[in-house]
C-alpha cells in the first residue's frame, strides 16, 4: 500500500464554516492529520447547523468540509486551555486558522507566542482582510468579499442587478492560498527549523485573482462592464448561446478557433467579411457579429452544436447540477467518492481535485463534536487520567457534567 503524501504531518486547526475547514480538508484528503479545536462553549463549528438537512449537531454542510479530521473540543478563552494547547503545539508541525483577524494574537495563534513553544511551528491565519489595517478587527464572508473587491459589479445582466458568483469561489480560493502558504511555510521550516506567520485574507486573495482586469484598469483606466450572455471582456464570439433546447458556450480565443466555428456554423461569408478578420475587428464589430451568430445557434439543439463543434471549437454545455455531476470526465477521473456515516448512510461527495498515489480513498466522515477529545489527551498528550478529569471539571472541554 502506497504511503499517503501527508502522513505524518500533524495540524492544529481553529477553523470554522467554509473556507478554512475546505483547505484544510485538501491536505486531510492527502494524509494530514488535522486536529480541529471547536469551542464547546458555542455547540462547535456553526456549520454543524446550517439547513436544510442536519441532525444532532451535524449537518451535510459540516460532512462537506470536514471528513477525515479529528475534534478535540476545547475553550480557547479558558485559562486551562492555554497548557493544553502549548502541549498540542509541541507535537504538531502547523496551527491553522480561519479567524477574525484581530483574534489570532488575542488568543495566542501566533508565532509570537506560539514560537517559543515549538520553534519550528508553522501559523498560518486566513481571514477576511488580513491581520493588519483599517478592517483587520472585521468579520468578512465570501458574499461580502464579492462585493468588495468588485466582483458582483461584473457579474450578471448588463440591465440586471450585480450578481455573485453561484459558488463561495472567494471562499474556496482563500482556502487553497491558505494551505499552499502554509506548506510553503513548512518547507522552509524543513530546512531552517524556524516557524513563520502567513498571513492570507480572503480580500487579498479576490483582489489577486483581478490579475489581468486589474492591469487594464490600474494602467490605462479601463472600466469594465457586465456583459450579455456572460460574454467574455474582450474576446468574441466568447459566451453563452441560445439553442433550441438549451444552452451552449462557446469561446474562440484564437483565430483557428474562429475559422473553425465558421465552418462548422456553415457560414463562409463570415470568413471573408473584413469586420470580422481578426479578434480586434469581431470586439469592434460586435453587434453585427452576434446578431448574425445568435439567430444560427437557435435553428439546432445543444446537443446537435456540441457534435458539431467539439473537437474543433472550445465549447460545452451549460450543464445543471445534476447533469456536471453525472457527467462522464467527472466519473472517469473518480471525483465522487463514498463516505459512511453512523447517521446519514452512504454519503456522496465530491472527492480531492489533487490525484497522487497514496491519497486517501475511503475518509472518516466529519467527526462528533469532541469525538477525539479523550484520545487525543490520552494517547498523543499522554494526560493522566485524573489531570484529564480535572479539566474536564474545570469546564474546558466545554460544561462539567451535572451530578
Not at 213 to 222: E, S
Request: hydrophobic share 40%; net charge neutral.
Amino acid at each position: 500500500m502506497t504511503r499517503a503524501p501527508l502522513d505524518g504531518l500533524r495540524i492544529v486547526a481553529v477553523s470554522q464554516f467554509g473556507a478554512g475547514p475546505f483547505g484544510t480538508q485538501v491536505l486531510a484528503d492527502l494524509g494530514a492529520e488535522v486536529i480541529k479545536i471547536e469551542d464547546p462553549t458555542v455547540g462547535g463549528d456553526i456549520s454543524r447547523y446550517v439547513p436544510p438537512w442536519q441532525a444532532d449537531g451535524d449537518s451535510l454542510y459540516f460532512q462537506s468540509f470536514n471528513r477525515g479530521k479529528k475534534s478535540l473540543a476545547l475553550d480557547l478563552r479558558h485559562p486551562d486551555a492555554r497548557p493544553v494547547l502549548h502541549d498540542l503545539v509541541r507535537v504538531s508541525h502547523a496551527v491553522y486558522n480561519n479567524l477574525r483577524g484581530d483574534l489570532p494574537a488575542k488568543l495566542g495563534l501566533t508565532y509570537a507566542t506560539l514560537g517559543a513553544v515549538n520553534p519550528a511551528i508553522v501559523c498560518c491565519s486566513l481571514s477576511g482582510f488580513g491581520l493588519t489595517g483599517p478592517r483587520a478587527a472585521e468579520p468578512a464572508y465570501d458574499y461580502l468579499i464579492q462585493g468588495y473587491a468588485g466582483y458582483m459589479a461584473i457579474t450578471g445582466e448588463p440591465d440586471g442587478p450585480p450578481g455573485k458568483c453561484g459558488v463561495s469561489v472567494i471562499d474556496f480560493a482563500g482556502g487553497y492560498v491558505s494551505v499552499l502558504g502554509l506548506m510553503i511555510g513548512l518547507w522552509d521550516a524543513q530546512r531552517s527549523g524556524r516557524g513563520r506567520d502567513l498571513d492570507v485574507s480572503l480580500m487579498d486573495t479576490a483582489v489577486s485573482m483581478l490579475s489581468y482586469f486589474a492591469i487594464w484598469q490600474l494602467n490605462r483606466g479601463w472600466e469594465p462592464q457586465r456583459v450579455e450572455d456572460s460574454g467574455h471582456q474582450a474576446l468574441v464570439p466568447a459566451q453563452n448561446f441560445r439553442t433550441r433546447d438549451g444552452w451552449i458556450v462557446v469561446f474562440c480565443n484564437k483565430e483557428k478557433f474562429w475559422e473553425s466555428l465558421v465552418d462548422a456554423l456553415e457560414l463562409p461569408a463570415l470568413r471573408t467579411d473584413s469586420r470580422f478578420a481578426t479578434i480586434a475587428d469581431r470586439l469592434a464589430h460586435k453587434a453585427a457579429l452576434l446578431a448574425i451568430l445568435k439567430p444560427r445557434f437557435l435553428e439546432r439543439t445543444t446537443s446537435d452544436w456540441l457534435r458539431r463543434l467539439q473537437g474543433r471549437v472550445p465549447c460545452a454545455p451549460v450543464n445543471s447540477m445534476r447533469q456536471a455531476l453525472e457527467d462522464e470526465q467527472v466519473r472517469e477521473r473518480e471525483m465522487l467518492l463514498t463516505v459512511e456515516h453512523p447517521v446519514f448512510g452512504a454519503l456522496r461527495e465530491v472527492a480531492s481535485p489533487i490525484k497522487t498515489a497514496g491519497a486517501i480513498e475511503k475518509p472518516a466522515p466529519a467527526p462528533r463534536l469532541g469525538e477525539h477529545t479523550e484520545a487525543i489527551l490520552r494517547e498523543l498528550l499522554h494526560y493522566a487520567p485524573d489531570r484529564i478529569a480535572a479539566l474536564r471539571a474545570s469546564g474546558v472541554f466545554g460544561l462539567p457534567p451535572t451530578r
